[in-house]
């Protein structure tokens, strides 16, 4: 490999220097740090490692053999932030922070060349990578509590947050948590994130609670090299943006010592007062953003050789040979040693094996284990527990509502595990826009029940900082509309985490969206909203839309269970339309109330994950269906069945994963299946049930009925475009005919 600009300087640079007359290495590196010339000279080994991964970076990625180039060279002051930190504080790392992961490494007793070959063998997408396997270059290690991140530009701040948030809450709670009480979470990103609406939800959030007098142990990190790929941060914005209320410290990460001695005033802050801190590390960006950047495109080479003359790299060697701590000759053949050693560390990472099936990658996406939740869906609390709980036990309360149902459960799940919070804007004080969690406050206190800020971002980020630390989250999403603002956490966060860390991670999660339509008009469409083709396609979410009390209580013992058991994250909708109906048929008639099941049913009641439920046992025609859908077709059934026409109706109630097991049996029972889906023609459920059927090789007549491509409208006219109950009758008879 021909050696860039930045190996060449770093060369002549060093080769240049003066050596000042020899020192104590036990003595600070020079007046007014804490940083001794012993420590420098092992954070220079660091840094130095680091630089030399982007370049083994580049020689694997001009011999085919790396699939990664997007390193840390500019940014290698880092590792004075790791340096200032425990082992065991949580760090959330940015894609530049390779000399903060080696110096993780090194505290946690490791030899050197495993934190090296960590890195490489992600640069080969070897499936010998100890946190994702190959599946992505991420800088993570459970032992080291370095959690991995995507890559999405800063959607790890919100959940740095939850992190921060989970150790005190745990604390308090005096529930087990995967990091020490006086820990704290430390994350770090890029000055370009800075600017990201996740990025400020974290800040707003860190900042809010600290306004509200709540602990959170949070360090941000904001390496700042002033340019986004290509886009300069204007001067100056940094430290102007950054959010008033968070306590702001600034180093410069060309120095070492100054990034050291500030580090650990910050985090000294943190770890102290139990509040946030904002630390801007002024960096440089070496080599370009990445292995195919070409920076003269957008940058002068004055601007580049400005950068060059900053090198943190040249900077620490300068400060060990004019500190009378090393040697210009030393170092260099230092250098040609590791470069000479870490290139052929990569070469033999790259004979390491790899991926080579679609199982092998998914293995860690979802693991599930329907055996085990069965196993656990029959714990309950202990029976004085629930009596002073409920007063009232719920299954000697009579039929219950849906809305009921869900609120019972949920106390039932609380009562039983104390590390079960239940929270999200207006859930407790109000007990929801729908009284769905009212009482629950009142009955578990505030440290588990609480309202948020209104920020869906910073809702799942608390949830996937409470998950990821032990504790079993259920946030509400008041409306499915306003999931739409925060679906990057669920994407991005919460259903990558297990799969990026082959399970060495995991957010268990129950959301709960108040969801669908048909509100006689009122709220339009943000209130009425019907689209969930966004959560159906990402991999490895539980989507549960249950339609009746008895299936609300069961299904969602199920998520919880299989959340706690399987690390499950789940999506739990819950028709606002139904949440109060008691009539199926007729005023008066209780059609659509439910009996609760005792403790001791729990096991014969059990819903898992992918298992429909059928009404009717006609032989003509079969209704596919779900949520409001399945009280509209029970009522169109009864009216068809008065015409002889034999009809059942099959409630999917998982729309991810599909019942695919029960839909062809269904089917194939009456060769004629009519889809009646809520949701949207284009993108809507009824796609992928029709994909089902075709795929396992269904020969019947198939037909759909779903609600317009349309946004929901005010009032009567929301009528036009939503499926009614006339539609589903009247596809059916054309269907039968």
């Known amino acids: 490999m021909v050696r ?10 060093v080769g240049a220097l003066t050596p000042g007359p020899p020192r104590d290495p036990s003595l600070p590196v020079r007046s007014g740090t804490a940083l001794t010339g012993t420590r420098c000279r092992e954070l220079f080994e660091v840094q130095l490692a680091s630089r030399l991964l982007d370049v083994a970076a580049r020689v694997l990625r001009e011999r085919g053999e790396g699939f990664y180039t997007i390193g840390s060279a500019g940014h290698e002051g880092n590792a004075a932030v790791a340096a200032a930190l425990r082992v065991s504080d949580p760090a959330l790392l940015h894609y530049r922070s390779g000399a903060f992961y080696l110096t993780r490494s090194a505290q946690a007793g490791r030899l050197a060349e495993e934190g090296l070959r960590d890195v490489l063998l992600g640069l080969a997408a070897s499936s010998e990578e100890p946190i994702a396997g190959g599946r992505h270059k991420v800088f993570g290690h459970h032992d080291l509590a370095v959690i991995p991140q995507t890559s999405t530009i800063a959607s790890h701040l919100p959940r740095a947050v939850g992190v921060g948030f989970a150790i005190e809450r745990a604390r308090s709670l005096g529930v087990p948590s995967g990091w020490p009480h006086d820990a704290i979470a430390v994350c770090s990103f890029g000055d370009a994130s800075l600017n990201h609406a996740s990025a400020l939800s974290g800040f707003n959030t860190a900042a809010y609670s600290q306004f509200r007098g709540l602990q959170l142990p949070v360090l941000f990190v904001c390496e700042d090299n002033g340019l986004g790929i290509s886009v300069k941060t204007p001067p100056g914005w940094v430290e102007q943006a950054r959010h008033p209320l968070l306590e702001y410290f600034d180093a410069d990460g060309c120095d070492l010592p ?4 500030t580090a650990l005033r910050a985090a000294e802050h943190v770890r102290s007062t139990r509040s946030p801190a904002f630390l801007r590390m002024r960096t440089v960006r070496l080599m370009g953003h990445a292995g195919s950047d070409v920076e003269i495109a957008y940058r002068t080479r004055k601007e580049i050789a400005l950068d060059l003359e900053r090198d943190p790299l040249v900077a620490t060697a300068r400060l060990l040979v004019e500190g009378g701590l090393a040697v210009p000759d030393e170092l260099l053949a230092r250098y040609e040693a590791e470069r000479e050693h870490i290139v052929k560390l990569a070469m033999e990472c790259t004979r390491r094996p790899r991926l080579t099936t679609a199982e092998e990658v998914m293995a860690p996406l979802a693991p599930r284990d329907p055996e085990a939740v069965s196993a656990e869906i029959a714990r309950a609390a202990l029976g004085e527990v629930r009596e002073r709980t409920f007063g009232t036990l719920p299954e000697l309360e009579g039929k219950l509502t849906l809305a009921q149902a869900v609120n019972r459960t949920l106390a039932d799940m609380m009562a039983l595990d104390p590390g079960v919070m239940v ?28 309202d948020t800020l209104l920020d869906e ?29 925060a679906l990057d956490q669920i994407r991005g966060e919460a259903a990558t985490l297990q799969f990026f860390s082959q399970g060495a991670f995991r957010n268990p999660m129950v959301l709960r969206v108040a969801a669908y339509a048909y509100q006689k008009g009122f709220g339009g469409h943000f209130h009425n909203d019907n689209s969930i083709a966004a959560l159906r396609d990402i991999p490895g979410v539980v989507v549960a839309s249950p339609a009746r009390p008895d299936d609300a209580a069961a299904m969602l013992r199920t998520c919880l269970t299989a959340a706690r058991t399987d690390g499950s994250v789940c999506v739990f909708l819950e028709p606002i339309a139904l949440y109060h109906t008691r009539d199926l048929f007729d005023e008066g008639d209780g059609g659509w109330l439910a009996s609760y099941a005792p403790p001791t049913r729990w096991a014969e009641t059990h819903v898992p994950v992918g298992r429909a439920r059928s009404y009717g046992d006609g032989r003509d025609l079969t209704i596919v269906t779900f949520g409001n859908g399945v009280r509209m077709s029970l009522r169109a059934a009864v009216k068809l069945t008065a015409e002889d026409k034999g009809c059942r109706v099959l409630d999917l109630r998982w729309l991810s994963p599909l019942p695919v097991e029960d839909l062809i049996q269904s089917a194939e029972l009456t060769g004629k299946v009519l889809i009646a889906d809520e949701t949207r023609r284009s993108g809507g459920v009824s796609e992928s049930v029709i994909a089902a059927l075709i795929d396992n090789g269904f020969t019947g007549k198939i037909a759909r009925v779903t609600s317009r491509d349309s946004f929901i409208p005010l009032g009567d006219a929301s009528g036009t475009v939503l499926l009614s109950e006339a539609d589903i009758e009247d596809a059916a008879r054309k269907l039968l005919a």
């Open 258 to 261: 100054d990034v050291y001695d």
């Open 423 to 450: 929270f999200g804007e207006d859930v407790a004080r109000k007990g929801g826009v729908y009284g769905v969690t009212r009482g629950l406050l009142r009955k578990f206190g505030s440290e588990r029940v609480f």
């Open 4 to 13: 860039d600009a930045v190996e060449i300087h770093f060369a002549e640079a």
């Open 457 to 485: 971002q910073a809702i799942l980020g608390l949830a996937l900082g409470a998950g990821l630390s032990g504790m079993l989250p259920v946030p509400e999403v008041q409306y499915l509309a306003y999931l739409h603002n």
